[in-house]
C-alpha cells in the first residue's frame, strides 16, 4: 500500500541512495524531476544558439572545428537529459510542444546578444564555469538517470570552460583592441553569469523540498559563492576586471561580499522579456517545422524495416 511505498522511499533518501524509473516516487517528487530535468535539457538546446552564431565566423579553421565540436556537445547534452526526463513519464513530443509553445522555461543566460567573437570566450569561462558549479553537485541527485547523466554532461562542460579561458586568454594577450573586446565580453557576462544560480535563497520556492530529496545539494546562493570564489583567482591569470567595484571577501562572514544583483533583470528574462527570447523560441520553432520531414521519414523507414522483418 501507499504508506508502505511511502516508507521504502523515505528509506532510500535517508540512505542517500538512489531512486530508479521503476521505484514508486511520490508524486510531487516526479513532478519536480520532470520540471527541473525537461528545464535543463531545454536550456542546452537553446543554449546551442547563442554560439551557433559564431560557427561560420570563427577567426581560423581551428576555432571553427572546436566550437562545432562544442554546440554538438550541447545537442548531445540535451538529448541525454530528454531521456532520464522521459523515464518519468513525459513524452518527447511533449516537451518539444511546450519548448516551442513558449511555455517551457530554459535557463535565462541564454537570452543575451553574442556580438562579438569574446562573447564565445566569456560563455565558455563564466556561464560553462557556472553550469560546472551548479551541475557536480548534481551527479549526485537522488534521480539514478540524472545523477548518471550529468557525469557525462560535467566531464564535457569542463573541456567546454577550459576553452573559453584559453580563448580569453588568447585575446588578453593580443593588441589593445582585443584587450578590450574580451573586458567588454566578461562585463556583460559576468552579473548574467551570477543570475544563472536563480534566485536569492529567500526567494527559491523550490529550493527546501529539491533539497530535502537530495536533488539539490546546495542552495542557489551558496552556489554562486562558490563560483565567485572559482572565478576571482582565475580573472587574475586572465588580467580581466570582474565588473563589481564592491566585491571581496569578508572575513567575518566568510563569504564573497558582492553589490546587489539586479533580481528584476532575472525575473523580466525569466518571464520572457530577455533581449533574445522571442528570437530563441522562434528560431527553434521553425527548426522543429523545418525538420518535420525528417521525422516522417525516419517513422516510415522504420515502418518499413519492421514489415520486412516481420515478413
Ligand atoms: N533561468 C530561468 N529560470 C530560472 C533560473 C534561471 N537562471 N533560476 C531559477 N529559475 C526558475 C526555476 O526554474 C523556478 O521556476 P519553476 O518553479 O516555474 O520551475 C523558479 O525560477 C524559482 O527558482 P528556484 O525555486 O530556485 O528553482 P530550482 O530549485 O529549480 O533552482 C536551478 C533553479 C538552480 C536552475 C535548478 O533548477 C537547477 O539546478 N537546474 C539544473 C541546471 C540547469 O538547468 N542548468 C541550465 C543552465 S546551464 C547549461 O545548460 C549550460
Redesign the pocket.
Known sequence: DEAAEQAAFDAIIEADSRIEPRDWMPAAYRKTLI??IS??AH??II?MQPEGNWISRAPSLKRKAILMAKVQDEAG?GLYLYSAAQTLGITRDEMTEQLIEGRA?????FNYPTPTWADMGAIGWL??G??IC??VP?CRASYGPYGRAMVRICKE?SFHQRQGFEILLTLMQGSAAQREMAQDAVDRWYWPSL?????PDEA????AQ?MAWNI?RFS?DDLRQRFIGMLVPQAEVLGVTLPDPELRWDEEAQRWHTSEIDWTE?QE??AGRGAMNAERTRNRRTAHEDGAWVREAAAEYARKQQLRETG
Open positions: 520540471r527541473q528545464q535543463h536550456s542546452e543554449g547534452h522555461k530554459y535557463s535565462s543566460i556561464v560553462d557556472a553550469a551548479n551541475q548534481l562542460e543570475m544563472m544560480f536563480g534566485p527559491s520556492p523550490n529550493s529539491s539539490k542557489n532575472l528574462v525569466i
